[in-house]
Protein backbone atom coordinates (compact mmCIF):
# COMPACT_ATOMS: atom_id res chain seq x y z
CA UNK A 1 0.00 0.00 0.00
CA UNK A 2 1.44 3.43 -0.99
CA UNK A 3 0.54 6.98 0.63
CA UNK A 4 0.65 10.27 -0.88
CA UNK A 5 0.52 13.34 1.13
CA UNK A 6 0.20 16.71 -0.26
CA UNK A 7 0.58 19.87 1.78
CA UNK A 8 -2.34 21.81 1.05
CA UNK A 9 -2.32 24.72 4.32
CA UNK A 10 0.18 25.17 6.69
CA UNK A 11 -1.44 26.92 9.45
CA UNK A 12 0.60 28.45 12.18
CA UNK A 13 0.68 29.99 15.50
CA UNK A 14 2.00 33.56 15.56
CA UNK A 15 4.32 32.84 18.49
CA UNK A 16 5.05 29.31 19.84
CA UNK A 17 7.25 29.73 23.44
CA UNK A 18 8.83 26.62 24.86
CA UNK A 19 9.87 26.38 28.56
CA UNK A 20 12.79 24.55 30.25
CA UNK A 21 11.95 21.12 31.97
CA UNK A 22 14.57 21.21 34.62
CA UNK A 23 13.35 18.10 35.70
CA UNK A 24 14.35 16.30 32.96
CA UNK A 25 16.58 13.31 33.42
CA UNK A 26 18.86 13.92 31.27
CA UNK A 27 20.90 16.33 32.85
CA UNK A 28 23.75 16.18 30.58
CA UNK A 29 22.24 17.34 27.30
CA UNK A 30 20.75 20.36 29.17
CA UNK A 31 18.78 22.32 28.91
CA UNK A 32 20.89 24.82 28.36
CA UNK A 33 18.25 27.52 27.38
CA UNK A 34 14.96 28.78 30.09
CA UNK A 35 12.83 29.70 27.16
CA UNK A 36 12.53 29.97 22.69
CA UNK A 37 10.13 31.69 21.15
CA UNK A 38 9.90 30.56 17.75
CA UNK A 39 8.56 34.19 15.92
CA UNK A 40 6.28 33.54 12.83
CA UNK A 41 4.44 36.63 12.57
CA UNK A 42 7.78 38.72 10.96
CA UNK A 43 8.69 39.19 7.65
CA UNK A 44 11.86 37.56 6.96
CA UNK A 45 13.31 40.73 5.80
CA UNK A 46 12.53 42.30 9.27
CA UNK A 47 14.11 39.42 11.24
CA UNK A 48 17.46 39.40 9.37
CA UNK A 49 17.62 43.40 10.11
CA UNK A 50 17.19 42.87 13.61
CA UNK A 51 19.51 40.10 14.04
CA UNK A 52 22.11 41.93 11.87
CA UNK A 53 21.56 45.28 12.93
CA UNK A 54 20.11 45.49 16.75
CA UNK A 55 20.31 43.08 19.71
CA UNK A 56 17.27 42.01 21.94
CA UNK A 57 14.26 40.69 19.80
CA UNK A 58 15.70 38.10 17.67
CA UNK A 59 18.68 35.62 18.34
CA UNK A 60 18.77 33.54 15.25
CA UNK A 61 16.72 34.11 11.66
CA UNK A 62 16.53 30.78 9.76
CA UNK A 63 16.58 29.55 6.29
CA UNK A 64 18.21 33.36 5.39
CA UNK A 65 18.39 33.50 1.63
CA UNK A 66 22.07 33.15 -0.53
CA UNK A 67 21.54 36.75 -1.74
CA UNK A 68 21.90 38.06 2.10
CA UNK A 69 24.82 35.87 2.94
CA UNK A 70 27.14 38.36 2.50
CA UNK A 71 25.01 41.02 4.68
CA UNK A 72 25.02 38.71 7.96
CA UNK A 73 29.17 37.63 7.19
CA UNK A 74 29.56 41.73 7.76
CA UNK A 75 26.99 42.47 10.32
CA UNK A 76 28.48 43.82 13.62
CA UNK A 77 25.79 41.58 15.87
CA UNK A 78 25.19 38.26 14.28
CA UNK A 79 27.82 35.55 12.09
CA UNK A 80 26.24 33.13 9.60
CA UNK A 81 26.34 29.34 10.03
CA UNK A 82 26.46 27.09 7.26
CA UNK A 83 24.37 23.56 7.21
CA UNK A 84 25.71 20.83 4.84
CA UNK A 85 21.73 19.95 4.57
CA UNK A 86 20.07 16.99 3.18
CA UNK A 87 18.58 19.11 0.14
CA UNK A 88 18.83 18.67 -3.39
CA UNK A 89 17.86 20.60 -6.42
CA UNK A 90 17.84 18.80 -9.71
CA UNK A 91 15.79 18.46 -13.21
CA UNK A 92 13.38 15.98 -12.98
CA UNK A 93 13.19 13.70 -16.41
CA UNK A 94 9.79 12.73 -17.99
CA UNK A 95 10.77 9.31 -19.31
CA UNK A 96 7.24 9.03 -20.61
CA UNK A 97 7.74 11.85 -23.11
CA UNK A 98 9.25 10.94 -27.24
CA UNK A 99 12.67 10.83 -26.66
CA UNK A 100 13.54 10.84 -23.25
CA UNK A 101 13.50 7.87 -22.33
CA UNK A 102 17.12 7.48 -24.28
CA UNK A 103 19.97 7.50 -22.19
CA UNK A 104 22.11 9.54 -24.62
CA UNK A 105 19.34 12.28 -24.45
CA UNK A 106 19.28 12.58 -20.44
CA UNK A 107 23.12 12.84 -20.59
CA UNK A 108 23.39 15.34 -23.05
CA UNK A 109 21.12 17.29 -21.04
CA UNK A 110 23.45 16.69 -18.12
CA UNK A 111 26.93 18.16 -20.59
CA UNK A 112 25.04 20.82 -21.36
CA UNK A 113 24.80 22.74 -17.90
CA UNK A 114 27.87 24.58 -16.19
CA UNK A 115 27.26 23.48 -12.63
CA UNK A 116 30.36 26.03 -11.87
CA UNK A 117 28.60 28.48 -12.83
CA UNK A 118 25.44 27.89 -11.51
CA UNK A 119 26.63 27.12 -8.12
CA UNK A 120 28.66 30.99 -8.22
CA UNK A 121 25.91 32.78 -9.85
CA UNK A 122 22.76 31.01 -7.98
CA UNK A 123 23.50 29.80 -4.61
CA UNK A 124 26.70 32.42 -4.08
CA UNK A 125 28.92 29.54 -3.77
CA UNK A 126 27.15 28.29 -1.03
CA UNK A 127 26.00 24.64 -2.59
CA UNK A 128 27.87 21.31 -3.66
CA UNK A 129 27.91 19.81 -7.23
CA UNK A 130 26.48 16.17 -7.37
CA UNK A 131 27.44 13.18 -9.65
CA UNK A 132 23.94 11.77 -8.70
CA UNK A 133 21.04 12.63 -6.32
CA UNK A 134 23.09 11.20 -2.76
CA UNK A 135 24.67 14.64 -1.02
CA UNK A 136 28.52 13.88 -1.26
CA UNK A 137 28.30 14.05 2.73
CA UNK A 138 26.12 11.23 3.03
CA UNK A 139 28.30 8.02 2.19
CA UNK A 140 27.93 8.99 -1.64
CA UNK A 141 30.11 6.79 -3.68
CA UNK A 142 33.60 8.46 -4.55
CA UNK A 143 34.09 6.89 -7.61
CA UNK A 144 31.80 8.71 -9.70
CA UNK A 145 31.82 12.75 -10.79
CA UNK A 146 29.48 15.15 -11.48
CA UNK A 147 28.79 15.34 -15.54
CA UNK A 148 31.47 18.08 -16.74
CA UNK A 149 30.18 20.88 -18.95
CA UNK A 150 30.94 19.69 -22.14
CA UNK A 151 28.62 21.23 -24.93
CA UNK A 152 30.00 19.77 -27.85
CA UNK A 153 29.68 16.32 -26.41
CA UNK A 154 26.52 17.00 -25.71
CA UNK A 155 25.63 18.14 -28.93
CA UNK A 156 27.19 14.86 -30.28
CA UNK A 157 24.71 13.24 -27.75
CA UNK A 158 21.81 14.53 -28.75
CA UNK A 159 21.92 14.21 -32.57
CA UNK A 160 22.85 10.51 -32.32
CA UNK A 161 19.95 9.93 -30.14
CA UNK A 162 18.14 11.61 -33.53
CA UNK A 163 16.64 14.55 -31.69
CA UNK A 164 14.63 16.97 -34.24
CA UNK A 165 15.97 20.18 -35.25
CA UNK A 166 12.34 21.63 -34.91
CA UNK A 167 11.76 19.61 -31.56
CA UNK A 168 11.53 22.35 -28.64
CA UNK A 169 12.66 21.06 -24.99
CA UNK A 170 9.52 21.53 -22.28
CA UNK A 171 10.85 22.92 -19.66
CA UNK A 172 8.41 23.35 -16.66
CA UNK A 173 9.15 25.14 -13.26
CA UNK A 174 7.75 26.31 -9.99
CA UNK A 175 7.85 29.90 -8.95
CA UNK A 176 10.58 29.44 -6.34
CA UNK A 177 12.94 28.01 -8.93
CA UNK A 178 12.21 30.49 -11.70
CA UNK A 179 16.20 32.21 -11.83
CA UNK A 180 17.44 28.68 -11.89
CA UNK A 181 14.69 27.49 -14.64
CA UNK A 182 15.47 30.32 -16.69
CA UNK A 183 19.53 29.67 -16.48
CA UNK A 184 19.12 25.90 -17.16
CA UNK A 185 16.99 26.98 -20.57
CA UNK A 186 19.77 29.50 -21.61
CA UNK A 187 22.13 26.52 -21.23
CA UNK A 188 20.00 24.03 -23.19
CA UNK A 189 19.50 27.07 -25.83
CA UNK A 190 23.48 27.54 -26.16
CA UNK A 191 25.00 24.16 -25.74
CA UNK A 192 22.72 22.00 -27.72
CA UNK A 193 21.35 24.25 -30.34
CA UNK A 194 17.90 23.60 -29.45
CA UNK A 195 14.79 25.35 -29.00
CA UNK A 196 13.29 25.36 -24.85
CA UNK A 197 10.05 26.19 -23.83
CA UNK A 198 9.51 27.38 -20.18
CA UNK A 199 6.57 27.26 -18.69
CA UNK A 200 5.83 28.29 -15.41
CA UNK A 201 3.23 26.65 -12.81
CA UNK A 202 0.68 29.88 -11.64
CA UNK A 203 1.05 29.78 -7.41
CA UNK A 204 -2.74 29.06 -7.70
CA UNK A 205 -2.64 26.07 -9.92
CA UNK A 206 0.43 24.67 -7.71
CA UNK A 207 -1.55 21.72 -5.91
CA UNK A 208 -3.15 20.89 -8.70
CA UNK A 209 -0.09 20.25 -10.57
CA UNK A 210 1.36 17.95 -7.61
CA UNK A 211 -1.60 16.25 -7.28
CA UNK A 212 -1.87 14.84 -10.78
CA UNK A 213 1.87 14.56 -10.57
CA UNK A 214 2.36 12.10 -7.09
CA UNK A 215 -1.19 10.09 -8.94
CA UNK A 216 -0.38 9.57 -12.31
CA UNK A 217 -2.95 9.13 -14.09
CA UNK A 218 -2.81 11.58 -16.26
CA UNK A 219 0.33 12.57 -18.87
CA UNK A 220 2.66 15.08 -17.71
CA UNK A 221 3.11 17.20 -20.88
CA UNK A 222 7.05 18.75 -19.94
CA UNK A 223 10.37 16.83 -20.57
CA UNK A 224 12.05 18.16 -17.63
CA UNK A 225 10.81 19.73 -14.14
CA UNK A 226 13.00 21.51 -12.01
CA UNK A 227 12.47 20.65 -8.21
CA UNK A 228 14.02 21.00 -5.40
CA UNK A 229 13.48 18.82 -2.45
CA UNK A 230 15.04 17.14 1.08
CA UNK A 231 15.91 14.64 3.29
CA UNK A 232 14.51 13.61 6.67
CA UNK A 233 16.45 9.90 6.71
CA UNK A 234 19.90 12.02 6.92
CA UNK A 235 21.59 8.47 7.43
CA UNK A 236 20.56 6.67 4.37
CA UNK A 237 19.42 9.18 0.98
CA UNK A 238 18.08 6.20 -0.53
CA UNK A 239 15.21 5.99 1.85
CA UNK A 240 13.78 9.08 0.88
CA UNK A 241 15.49 11.22 -2.06
CA UNK A 242 16.02 7.80 -4.55
CA UNK A 243 12.41 6.57 -3.61
CA UNK A 244 10.77 9.50 -4.58
CA UNK A 245 12.59 10.09 -7.84
CA UNK A 246 12.59 6.43 -9.09
CA UNK A 247 10.92 3.57 -7.17
CA UNK A 248 7.43 2.24 -8.84
CA UNK A 249 5.72 4.13 -6.04
CA UNK A 250 7.70 6.85 -5.84
CA UNK A 251 5.80 10.36 -5.90
CA UNK A 252 7.95 12.07 -8.58
CA UNK A 253 8.77 9.14 -10.66
CA UNK A 254 7.64 9.36 -14.36
CA UNK A 255 8.77 6.82 -16.81
CA UNK A 256 8.59 2.91 -16.34
CA UNK A 257 9.52 1.81 -13.53
CA UNK A 258 13.74 0.23 -13.70
CA UNK A 259 13.80 -3.59 -12.65
CA UNK A 260 17.89 -2.81 -11.76
CA UNK A 261 16.38 0.09 -9.13
CA UNK A 262 13.61 -2.34 -7.97
CA UNK A 263 15.82 -4.73 -6.98
CA UNK A 264 18.42 -2.73 -5.01
CA UNK A 265 15.90 -0.83 -3.59
CA UNK A 266 14.13 -4.24 -2.88
CA UNK A 267 17.47 -5.51 -1.29
CA UNK A 268 18.10 -2.45 0.79
CA UNK A 269 14.42 -2.46 2.84
CA UNK A 270 15.81 -6.18 4.35
CA UNK A 271 19.34 -5.36 4.98
CA UNK A 272 19.90 -5.22 8.56
CA UNK A 273 24.16 -4.84 8.82
CA UNK A 274 24.97 -0.99 8.31
CA UNK A 275 27.97 -1.42 6.01
CA UNK A 276 26.21 -3.75 3.92
CA UNK A 277 23.42 -1.08 3.71
CA UNK A 278 25.50 1.86 2.45
CA UNK A 279 27.05 -0.20 -0.53
CA UNK A 280 23.76 -0.30 -1.70
CA UNK A 281 23.08 3.28 -1.27
CA UNK A 282 26.17 3.70 -3.02
CA UNK A 283 24.91 1.30 -5.83
CA UNK A 284 21.60 2.71 -6.27
CA UNK A 285 23.77 5.89 -6.75
CA UNK A 286 25.86 5.05 -9.16
CA UNK A 287 22.72 3.34 -10.98
CA UNK A 288 21.04 6.61 -11.26
CA UNK A 289 24.66 8.67 -12.60
CA UNK A 290 25.15 6.02 -15.23
CA UNK A 291 21.58 5.94 -16.48
CA UNK A 292 21.12 9.59 -16.30
CA UNK A 293 17.74 9.38 -14.93
CA UNK A 294 17.69 13.04 -13.57
CA UNK A 295 19.56 16.42 -14.43
CA UNK A 296 21.52 16.75 -11.13
CA UNK A 297 22.48 20.08 -10.00
CA UNK A 298 23.43 20.83 -6.65
CA UNK A 299 22.96 20.58 -2.92
CA UNK A 300 22.63 24.35 -1.46
CA UNK A 301 23.21 24.57 1.88
CA UNK A 302 21.08 25.78 4.67
CA UNK A 303 22.28 29.45 6.10
CA UNK A 304 21.45 30.58 9.42
CA UNK A 305 21.85 34.37 10.68
CA UNK A 306 22.97 33.48 14.63
CA UNK A 307 23.76 36.15 17.11
CA UNK A 308 27.26 36.48 18.25
CA UNK A 309 26.82 35.45 21.25
CA UNK A 310 24.37 32.38 20.98
CA UNK A 311 26.14 29.07 20.46
CA UNK A 312 24.13 27.21 17.50
CA UNK A 313 24.94 23.94 16.06
CA UNK A 314 23.05 23.09 13.04
CA UNK A 315 21.51 19.93 11.86
CA UNK A 316 21.72 18.38 8.29
CA UNK A 317 17.86 17.63 8.21
CA UNK A 318 15.83 19.74 10.51
CA UNK A 319 16.02 22.94 12.52
CA UNK A 320 17.30 21.71 15.96
CA UNK A 321 17.85 23.71 19.02
CA UNK A 322 18.64 21.30 21.65
CA UNK A 323 22.83 22.12 22.12
CA UNK A 324 21.76 25.89 21.72
CA UNK A 325 23.21 27.81 24.52
CA UNK A 326 24.15 31.58 25.07
CA UNK A 327 27.22 33.25 26.71
CA UNK A 328 27.47 35.94 29.19
CA UNK A 329 27.58 38.70 26.98
CA UNK A 330 24.25 37.82 25.67
CA UNK A 331 21.56 40.56 26.01
CA UNK A 332 19.33 38.34 28.05
CA UNK A 333 22.18 37.73 31.02
CA UNK A 334 23.82 41.65 30.56
Not at 288 to 294: M, T, Y
Request: proline letters at 6%; glycine letters at 6%; one cysteine or more.
Amino acid sequence: MTAVWIFTDLPRSDRVVLEANTDHWNKERGPRLEKIIYVNDMDSAEALGKVCDAEGEIDLVSEVSFEDAQRVIDSEHAHLVTIDAMRIVSGLINRDREYMGDVRVRKALNLAVDKTRLIEDHFQGYAHPVPAMSPPYSGAPTDIVPYPHDPDEAKRLLEDAGWPGDRALVLTTTSDVVPLAEFLAESFRSSLGIGVDLVSVPDEELVAAQKALVEKKIPQHFDVLVHAWFDLAAGYPPAVIHREYYHSGGAFRLGPPIQEFESLMGCSVIETDVGRLGDLGRDIDRLVHREALGIFLCCPMALVAVNNHVNFTGHAATLELCETSVDEGHWSRR
